[in-house]
């Protein structure tokens, strides 16, 4: 059975940072692309950045520069590094990986930042 179990979330101050964390079991992670999405409330969801197999990641403009994806593969985990956190990222992040079998997410875990 498959799960991703995202944790990391909370309630910063603007200017801060959080450290979320996807863990895999029943699926190895760096055999796919794994993607952190979010979604605010009343918002759509939106993905944030991901990281594929080869390693290679990509960044939503508005994070670039201040989120990074990144795996440890002994671990079977994907983190994403979140700094200079704005109000405006507030939302529920969520990890996600595909395959030609399946599409996997967490449940999430709740990022707010207060301003």
């Known amino acids: 059975q498959v799960q991703l179990v995202e944790s990391g979330g909370g309630l910063v101050q603007t200017g801060g940072s959080l450290r979320l964390s996807c863990a895999a079991s029943?699926?190895?992670?760096?055999?796919?692309?794994v993607g952190w999405y979010r979604q605010a409330p009343g918002k759509q969801r939106e993905l944030v950045a991901f990281?594929?197999?080869?390693?290679?990641?990509n960044y939503t403009d508005s994070v670039k520069d201040r989120f990074i994806i990144s795996r440890d593969n002994a671990k079977n985990t994907v983190y994403l590094q979140m700094n200079s956190l704005k109000p405006e990222d507030t939302a529920v992040y969520s990890c996600?990986?595909?395959?030609?079998?399946?599409?996997?997410w967490g449940k999430g875990t709740l990022v707010t930042v207060s301003s």
């Open positions: 996600n990986t595909r395959r030609l079998w399946g599409d996997y």
């Open positions: 029943g699926i190895n992670l760096s055999s796919g692309t």
């Open positions: 990281i594929s197999s080869g390693g290679s990641t």
